[in-house]
């Protein structure tokens, strides 16, 4: 490796091998050889502390929450209930009734769309999301917008793969009564200027949602200071487990929502002729949960807390710049999603190679990437392209696996040529 | 002609050389090049089989009580592949087609091209031409 290499992989903000050490899955082989890992924009590995709370807890701990006196459920609950503590304050939510656990990013759209729709939405009213809108902010709001004659509006993007802020203007009017948007784009990468949406969502009198799946893990976010009305992320993307997530939602307006899926624990008193609704956040959390998710949950919280968001973005800046600087000397390769503000989420195509094919060899190699649509058909409709091959970095990947991935790459073009 | 078994054990044997997954992919891709792409005029949505990622196109003609397929994709590993597939099939009659039992995949390795999350078409492409024969059978009976 030359100098230039060198000086990049020296300003490393941690120590990259005490973090690979926690994760016991980057020791495989697949295929028969060590994995490289790129595929976390769909979703993170799992460090031990994780897996260990999670089976620590089935283990030693377990039982239903919220429902009995004995000994193991109030330990289950306290767990359970400081993971929500955790969240409030690491997203500075004024209370604890602000943070609902969900099942994911999905799940926590779909809540929003349902009952905000019920509560709010009428003929002719006008919902607004980005033409880079990961399926899940799209759909819901499709099927929301049909059941109560509402339309659903997108701002388009541009060339580099950002939206403009004109455009996005243009395109509130009297009637957006909420605005859904991403924070960061999953396919392309692009951190959008969420604070002036916001600002500019409320001016024009519109509530809005934003998706944070792919910021929660990047960005620090203070929900006062951004003034969002809702925003929602996904545990698995940020080193927790599967089937969790959290929806955000300013108090009074998540009190004056309907609830969403009916159950154990959204109630307050069940009779036939009248059943009455659980206070926040119980509302919305109908059901048993998925307790040991959301107790493992705590536990990636607290291992992004100990090395720090600012860290963990500077070692991603550094992941995507030499990622850049390395593939942009591929023959052919373009990329997709330029824009300055940018996450660790490398799009591109070679030539006219199809993305499947690359994939496949670089699988041989043990390179994990995504490629197809990643869920953002818009968005390849957009470039006229089936799809991407997209490399997307987290806290433990390494300048080495991006030579691993860019002598992959060179490898499966003069395979494929 | 040969039968579909004797032409899946010609396959196999053909893979038999190659220890290394870089020389069998040579392989496929070079089926990939040398198939016979359909034209733009027959690639209508009729003949195309979704897969998620890569597409495939399938056009099947009956003619003298056997079975010709012609197929193609826009990715040229899973074009390779459906070469192969193409190359077993065809030229077969719609009972021995639909009655076939497709075992060479599994034997030269590359099983994980048939998984469904591979989202390739292939699945559907191999349920197309069963279905193909099956249909074609059908007919036969009916004459
Ligand atoms: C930006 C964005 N939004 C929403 C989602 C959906 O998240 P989940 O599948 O965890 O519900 C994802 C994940 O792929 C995403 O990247």
Redesign the pocket.
């Known amino acids: 490796m030359n100098s230039a290499n060198n000086d990049i992989i020296q300003s490393i903000p941690f120590d990259v091998d005490k973090i690979r050490a926690q994760f016991p899955i980057l020791n495989i082989q697949v295929n028969n050889k060590p994995l490289v890992y790129l595929d976390n924009?769909?979703?993170t590995q799992k460090p031990n502390s994780v897996i260990e709370t999670t089976n620590f807890y089935y283990s030693n701990q377990y039982s239903n929450i919220h429902r009995g006196v004995h000994k193991l459920s109030q330990i289950g609950t306290d767990l359970y209930e400081k993971t929500r503590l955790n969240f409030q304050h690491f997203i500075n939510a004024t209370t604890p009734s602000e943070i609902i656990f969900t099942?994911?990013?999905?799940?926590?759209?779909n809540t929003i769309a349902y009952t905000y729709g019920r509560k709010y939405l009428q003929k002719g009213d006008e919902i607004l999301i980005s033409g880079m809108?990961?399926?899940?902010?799209i759909v819901p709001w499709q099927i929301v917008c049909e059941i109560y004659g509402a339309i659903l509006k997108v701002v388009p993007i541009e060339q580099n793969g950002t939206i403009s802020l004109e455009k996005f203007k243009t395109l509130l009017s009297p009637k957006t009564k909420l605005v859904a948007m991403?924070?960061?784009?999953?396919s392309l990468g692009t951190i959008n200027p969420i604070k002036e949406i916001i600002d500019l969502s409320h001016q024009n009198g519109s509530h809005i949602l934003v998706?944070a799946?792919?910021a929660i893990h990047h960005l620090p976010i203070d929900v006062q200071e951004l003034d969002c009305d809702f925003l929602?992320f996904?545990g698995?993307?940020m080193y927790g487990p599967?089937g969790t997530?959290i929806l955000y939602g300013k108090e009074a307006l998540l009190d004056a929502l309907p609830p969403f899926e009916g159950g154990g624990d959204m109630i307050k008193e069940v009779r036939f002729d009248k059943t009455t609704f659980n206070d926040l956040p119980f509302k919305f959390e109908a059901g048993t949960p998925n307790i040991a998710g959301i107790i493992g949950l705590n536990a990636a919280l607290d291992f992004i807390k100990e090395i720090g968001l600012p860290q963990i973005m500077a070692h991603d800046k550094q992941l995507l710049d030499y990622c850049h600087q390395q593939l942009g000397e591929i023959d052919g390769i373009r990329f997709f999603g330029t824009s300055q503000e940018k996450a660790g989420v490398v799009s591109f195509l070679i030539n006219e190679i199809h993305p499947y094919d690359i994939g496949v060899i670089l699988d041989n190699l043990g390179i994990a990437i995504r490629t197809g649509h990643?869920?953002t058909q818009p968005v390849m409709d957009f470039y006229n392209i089936p799809g991407t091959c997209r490399a997307s970095f987290g806290i433990y990947n390494t300048m080495e696996e991006i030579d691993v991935l860019t002598n992959g790459l060179k490898r499966a073009v003069k395979m494929l040529s | 002609m040969k039968t579909i078994d004797e032409i899946q054990n010609e396959i196999i044997g053909d893979f038999e050389m190659y220890s290394d997954w870089a020389d069998k992919y040579e392989y496929i891709i070079d089926m990939g090049k040398e198939l016979k792409p359909i034209s733009g005029a027959l690639k209508i949505e009729d003949n195309i089989i979704k897969g998620c990622q890569s597409r495939v196109w399938l056009i099947a003609d009956y003619e003298n009580g056997k079975l010709n397929f012609q197929a193609d994709s826009d990715a040229i590993i899973t074009k390779g592949l459906v070469g192969m597939l193409t190359k077993v099939l065809s030229g077969h009659s719609p009972k021995e087609i639909a009655e076939s039992n497709l075992f060479f995949m599994e034997k030269i390795g590359l099983q994980e091209h048939l998984s469904p999350t591979r989202a390739n078409g292939l699945l559907a492409m191999i349920k197309q031409m069963k279905t193909y024969g099956l249909a074609y059978m059908t007919k036969e009976k009916m004459i």
């Open positions: 924009g769909a979703s099942k994911g990013t999905t799940h926590g759209i809108e990961h399926h899940s902010n991403t924070y960061i784009s999953n998706d799946a792919q929602v996904s698995h993307k599967t997530g990643h869920c």
